[in-house]
């Protein structure tokens, strides 16, 4: 079955350092998603992405954030200056036709 | 504000039986309403979903029933075994399948 596959599977920065998230979805999927889960709490919603835009997007995802589809396989969400309250799982979703999204194993970002 | 919440945090059930997982949610807009099954250090997958234009809707093992009259959302699993241990989410989104609101998820404990 198709999967949505995500690197780094953990990332430590310091603060204030610049990361990268990657992502590849669900091959023939148009739509992309980010969503972050702080340790025990709920999956937020960061962005929406489609035909190379951001079709929307949650009070979280600031000027610091930013996703791009460099091609025709990636996803990135970029965090351009971390601070300690980044730390989190974050979840890369992509969906076909039907609403369902489908969710990678997300990343575990700890900012030190 | 409009919000997806679960009534019960853990939900103890002996192998064998059936379990209810319970979801009330407070948009009436909503179109789209999925159930994920998060295992440790693994994203949301995937269960089953169901439109607001249906009252029920079965899968493998697990029925999805909606109650627009009282918002409310469940998920019941047949046969409950060990490998269905896992936090359940419910989440709702529109028709367009843009951000999807989770709930803040229910503990699933299944004893042998």
């Known amino acids: 079955e198709p999967e949505v596959t995500q690197t780094p599977s953990h990332q430590v920065t310091q603060m204030g350092q610049e990361v990268i998230l990657r992502c590849v979805p669900i091959?023939?999927?148009?739509?992309f998603y980010w969503y972050r889960q702080i340790l025990g709490q709920k999956v937020e919603f960061l962005v929406s992405?489609?035909?190379?835009?951001?079709?929307?997007k949650s009070e979280i995802f600031d000027d610091q954030f930013s996703v791009e589809r460099p091609d025709g396989s990636n996803f990135t969400l970029k965090i351009r200056s971390t601070k300690l309250e980044d730390s989190a799982m974050y979840f890369c979703?992509?969906?076909?036709?039907?609403?369902?999204?489908?969710f990678g194993d997300g990343t575990r970002l700890s900012i030190l | 504000g409009e919000s997806v919440g679960l009534h019960l945090p853990t939900l103890s059930v002996q192998e064998g039986d059936n379990s209810i997982i319970n979801c009330a949610y407070s948009n009436s807009a909503s179109d789209y309403f999925i159930w994920y099954k998060q295992e440790s250090g693994k994203g949301p997958q995937f269960i089953i979903d169901?439109?607001?234009?249906?009252d029920k809707r079965q899968g493998q093992r697990v029925t999805v029933l909606l109650n627009k009259t009282v918002k409310h959302l469940s998920l019941q699993i047949a046969a409950t075994q060990p490998g269905d241990s896992a936090v359940y989410f419910c989440a709702e989104t529109d028709n367009a399948g843009n951000m999807l609101t989770f709930g803040g998820g229910t503990r699933l404990m299944v004893k042998p």
């Open positions: 979703a992509s969906r076909g036709d039907r609403a369902s999204q489908h």
């Open positions: 992405f489609y035909n190379n835009e951001i079709s929307e």
């Open positions: 091959s023939n999927h148009l739509y």
């Open positions: 169901i439109r607001s234009n249906m």
